[in-house]
């Protein structure tokens, strides 16, 4: 099935560092999603965005829905170790055959 | 509480023996999923309900049958698992899909599931 091309796979960052990662397709997507899913728990929605260009922020997490409609980012401010996970973008296909597609997930390890 | 549940959360099993893996959400959802996590695969859609009595294929659907009598259950059964169907299985629920804010997927606390 289709994929999103997320990136990066896996990070090791020190506590306190920004966090950045990306997922981009070559579709076009109405809907953005940002999940966290934490080690043994389901994936929790963090962030969810719905019209190109926009930018919203939860808390220290910040999203911005690409002006291309083709990707999207993550960013996390001010790391801590519970920001350990692994981090899933999703994007909601245009055109009547609704999908959610989902990116392989970026692994975050926060060392304190 | 708002939620999604699955049962069993953790199961062992053989080669051959059927099993069915309940979900159950208390949202008033109609749209349902399922999910299996294999390491470095992500998340892959075994079969999906946009509500009751309609069901469709997801990406990985083999080996598995589903089905949506009520509106809150949508358990995923199988009917002669095998060892490749080792994984964890998650459970999601939204409102609908395709309509902006009412898609947001909500997760069950996922299912391990090891055939041996």
């Known amino acids: 099935g289709q994929q999103l091309n997320q990136s990066p796979q896996s990070m090791f960052i020190q506590e306190g560092e920004d966090v950045s990662m990306n997922c981009t397709s070559s579709?076009?997507?109405?809907?953005w999603l940002w999940y966290k899913q934490d080690p043994g728990e389901g994936p929790v929605l963090l962030i969810a965005?719905?019209?190109a260009g926009e930018l919203t922020s939860n808390g220290r997490l910040t999203a911005q829905f690409g002006i291309t409609r083709k990707d999207s980012f993550l960013n996390i401010s001010a790391s801590i170790p519970s920001d350990v996970g692994i981090y899933f973008c999703?994007?909601?296909?245009?055109?009547?055959?609704?999908?959610?597609?989902w990116g392989l997930g970026t692994s975050l390890a926060v060392n304190p | 509480e708002a939620q999604v549940t699955q049962n069993p959360r953790y199961l062992i099993t053989v080669t051959g023996k059927k099993l069915t893996v309940t979900c159950s959400q208390n949202?008033?959802?109609?749209?349902m999923s399922w999910y299996r996590q294999d390491p470095g695969l992500g998340l892959r859609q075994i079969y999906y309900?946009?509500?009751?009595?309609?069901?469709d294929k997801g990406d990985v659907p083999e080996g598995y049958k589903v089905s949506r009598k009520e509106k809150r259950n949508f358990p995923l059964i199988l009917e002669s698992p095998s060892p490749n169907q080792t994984s964890l299985y998650f459970c999601?629920?939204?409102?609908?899909?395709?309509?902006?804010?009412?898609?947001?997927?909500?997760f069950g606390p996922g299912t391990r599931l090891t055939v041996l």
């Open positions: 579709s076009i997507f109405n809907t």
């Open positions: 999601a629920s939204s409102l609908s899909l395709g309509l902006a804010g009412s898609d947001t997927q909500y």
């Open positions: 309900s946009m509500n009751v009595e309609v069901t």
């Open positions: 949202m008033n959802h109609e749209y």
């Open positions: 999703a994007g909601l296909n245009a055109g009547n055959n609704r999908k959610l597609i």
């Open positions: 965005l719905y019209k």
